[in-house]
């Protein structure tokens, strides 16, 4: 069995299309974080949502030159509304 993730899809033509292939939407609740790349970045956010009790299920990430991308899926909707303010904070505030 396997997985793709496809991001964004919205609309009724891609939802169509999406379905006419045999692609439905995951239950399970996801955020895209997307922004400036730095080191111990991934750190910080995994330490933001420890501190909250907050459970991922898969955490996938990428960089590109000084860019980041990263899909983060979690265990509950509650923990991804839980999540979303505390990954902002993390990726906006500098390394001390």
Do not use: C
Request: proline fraction near 4%.
């Amino acid at each position: 069995m396997a997985a793709i993730e496809l991001y964004p899809i919205a609309g009724k033509k891609v939802t169509a299309a999406a379905s006419e292939v045999g692609l439905s939407a995951s239950s399970i609740p996801t955020l895209l974080v997307e922004g400036d790349d730095r080191p111990g970045l991934g750190f910080s956010i995994a330490q933001a949502m420890a501190g909250a009790g907050v459970n991922l299920t898969f955490f996938v990430a990428q960089s590109t030159g000084r860019k980041f991308s990263a899909v983060l899926g979690f265990e509950t909707e509650n923990d991804a509304k839980t999540a979303a303010p505390l990954i902002k904070k993390a990726t906006t505030s500098k390394k001390k």
